[in-house]
């Protein structure tokens, strides 16, 4: 299975950009990439996803790399409701039209005021 | 918020005795998921369906069961609780798959003594 490495955590300051790594050599041509957050006590939250391209939503941005091995989630201003567990997720095709959302450690996030 | 509705939110229960957890859902979604949270192994797919009827296996399935009888209601059966199967349990809901987000319920936090 498709595995992706996060490193396991990270540390930023509020309202400055956060940039989260994410590799994932062995994604296959068909793998959507997929960014959840989960905070304490609560069930994991999307957060975005892409295929190839670039993508922004009002949350954050995916940068994908032109070989799709890697990418990076960019929170813009990190704010403390930001800090949290992420986690990189390959959605993975298994077959039919059966995805399999396949999650590892995630980062956490530590935001500091 | 996506209405995704687990019960019971907790659960104390004793080894050998079966256990039901319900996943309720409002949205018509057609993919249903069941996961557990472990400390230090992140979110583990245990089943999840892809219809009324339809289901298959996770990474994690051996000492549970599944049922979906209808589109709304995915149910996770422990045949005979262990205390292995203390853990967090989510369940998730999507559309589709591949080109789309999940949404997660808030967790059941079951513990086998």
């Known amino acids: 299975d498709a595995k992706t490495t996060q490193p396991n955590s990270m540390e930023s300051n509020e309202e400055e950009p956060v940039h989260l790594p994410c590799n994932h050599s062995t994604i296959s041509g068909t793998d959507y990439i997929h960014w959840y957050r989960q905070l304490p006590s609560q069930g994991p939250e999307y957060v975005i996803h892409?295929?190839?391209s670039n993508v922004n939503n009002r949350m954050a941005s995916l940068a994908i790399a032109e070989d799709r091995k890697s990418s990076t989630l960019i929170l813009h201003r990190a704010t403390l409701r930001d800090a949290a567990v992420y986690y990189c997720?390959?959605?993975?095709?298994?077959?039919?039209?059966?995805?399999?959302?396949?999650f590892g450690k995630g980062t956490l996030l530590t935001v500091n005021p | 918020d996506a209405g995704i509705t687990q019960s019971p939110r907790h659960k104390v229960t004793e080894t050998g005795t079966p256990v039901t957890l319900r996943c309720h859902q409002t949205?018509?979604?057609?993919?249903m998921y069941w996961y557990r949270q472990d400390p230090g192994h992140g979110l583990r797919l245990i089943h999840y369906s892809y219809g009324v009827k339809d289901t298959d296996k996770g990474e994690v399935s051996d000492g549970y069961s599944v049922s979906r009888s209808k589109t709304e209601d995915f149910l996770l059966t422990l045949e005979s609780a262990t205390s292995s199967q203390t853990s967090v349990y989510f369940c998730?809901?999507?559309?589709?798959?591949?080109?789309?987000?999940?949404?997660f319920g808030q967790g059941t936090r079951l513990t086998v003594v």
């Open positions: 892409g295929l190839t």
């Open positions: 998730a809901i999507s559309f589709k798959q591949g080109d789309t987000e999940a949404f």
């Open positions: 997720i390959l959605d993975k095709y298994s077959g039919g039209s059966n995805y399999k959302l396949t």
């Open positions: 949205e018509n979604h057609r993919y």
